[in-house]
């Protein structure tokens, strides 16, 4: 099971996983046309080798474990993440289709400031 990037990554986006992976696994990159489109970045599920090294770089406490870990609030993301397995070129479009369906149905935790969602994601 691979790691997920959740809602407090909206509005953050500032791509301090991507520079820690090991693997590379996490996209869009800044180099990559997606970038400016994506709302959120996307950890492809099969290439994640589950090393844990992005959990501590991120300053927003977005990313969790694995889909089982994930709160409730942010399930519909782990569908988001997991787009990457398709390897499709509108893979982006499509998951960006699920966040932003994720931020109207969850306005009450996009009032809050970023640095501090992950703390409300389990209330
Ligand atoms: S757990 Fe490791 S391999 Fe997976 S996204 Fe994070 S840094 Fe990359
Ligand atoms: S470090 Fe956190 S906020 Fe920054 S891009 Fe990665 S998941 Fe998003």
Redesign the pocket.
Known sequence: MAFV?TD??ID???????DVCPVDC?HPRKDEPEFAQAT??YIHPDECIDCGA?VP????A??YDAPDSTPASQKTLVEANAIFRTGDPDAVSRAEEIVKAHVASHQDLMQIP?AERAAAHGK
């Open positions: 990037i407090p990554c953050t986006k500032d791509t301090a996983c991507v996490i959120i970045l992005c770089a991120c300053p927003v977005a990313i970023a």
